[in-house]
């Protein structure tokens, strides 16, 4: 990288900083975000009293925005390839996405069902996988079709997570080979869950006696994983459209 580049680079990130710290400090003080653009020029306190909660905020707003900025960062990452989809999902369309999941789906799911080596237990939950596999592939279009920022990161993204994040689990069912990945570590989760969360308040046993690990189970855990994750993903995409608006 040359010299120019990275002042280039040291320049953006500057200038990321600034306007997210600024942005931060206008949530409660006036005049903080482009006031130099305005007459009146940017706030500044004035009394005692005003100039201690002015830097205690500002000193907040540098750890969140310390927090932040790399979320960012990797939200730009996640916006480039959630085009390349969204690219896809347009050539498709979002009938033609709908009869692809119903295909693939609807396909395993009657494979399974006609199989007799398999459990009525395990192809009940590999048909209700599939169900809500379609389901969620069919709302994270329409939530993505409806727009929006708050739609797209509370509906949009969890939806399109669950959607990919099932495969593996129904596949693990049905293949002692794949189970190695998604159904051990769905184990390790689990009893992370009661050692960590229901142990401490005393919830463990109850839980462990009520609720056995059937098939079903290892779907709601990867269900219970993608939702949070495509939260995660959808509010870094959206800091990323923050400081780096999509026409940039």
């Known amino acids: 990288m040359s010299v120019g580049n990275r002042q280039g680079v040291v320049e953006a990130v500057r200038f990321d900083l600034n306007k997210f710290h600024e942005t931060w400090m206008e949530l409660l003080y006036p005049r903080?975000?482009?006031?130099?653009?305005?007459?009146l020029g940017k706030w500044r306190p004035e009394t005692a009293r005003e100039k201690v909660t002015y830097n205690a905020w500002a000193a907040l707003g540098?750890?969140?925005?310390?927090?932040?900025?790399?979320?960012?960062?990797?939200?730009?990452?996640?916006?480039?390839?959630?085009?390349?989809?969204?690219?896809?999902?347009?050539?498709?369309?979002?009938?033609?996405?709908?009869?692809?999941a119903i295909l693939v789906w609807g396909g395993l799911s009657a494979l399974?069902?006609?199989?007799?080596?398999?459990?009525?237990?395990?192809?009940?939950?590999?048909?209700?996988?599939?169900?809500?596999?379609?389901?969620?592939?069919?709302?994270?279009?329409?939530?993505?079709?409806?727009?929006?920022?708050?739609?797209?990161?509370?509906?949009?993204?969890?939806?399109g997570m669950t959607a990919i994040f099932l495969p593996p689990v129904v596949a693990a069912l049905v293949s002692e080979d794949v189970a190695q990945f998604s159904i051990v570590y769905a184990d390790q989760i689990a009893e992370f869950v009661r050692q960590s969360v229901l142990e401490p308040v005393g919830l463990r046993d109850y839980v462990v006696e009520k609720f056995d690990m059937t098939e079903f189970a290892y779907v709601l855990i990867w269900i219970g994983i993608s939702v949070p994750l495509g939260w995660l993903l959808g509010t870094t995409v959206a800091l990323a459209d923050f400081i780096r608006p999509k026409g940039e």
Request: aromatic share 10%.
């Open 32 to 39: 903080q975000r482009g006031a130099g653009d305005t007459v």
């Open 62 to 100: 540098a750890l969140v925005v310390a927090v932040l900025y790399p979320l960012a960062l990797f939200g730009v990452v996640v916006r480039f390839h959630a085009r390349k989809i969204d690219v896809s999902v347009e050539k498709l369309g979002a009938v033609g996405v709908i009869l692809l």
């Open 112 to 159: 399974v069902e006609f199989r007799l080596d398999y459990s009525n237990q395990a192809a009940n939950a590999i048909i209700a996988a599939s169900v809500v596999a379609v389901l969620s592939a069919a709302l994270a279009v329409f939530f993505r079709a409806v727009g929006g920022r708050v739609t797209t990161v509370v509906f949009a993204y969890p939806f």
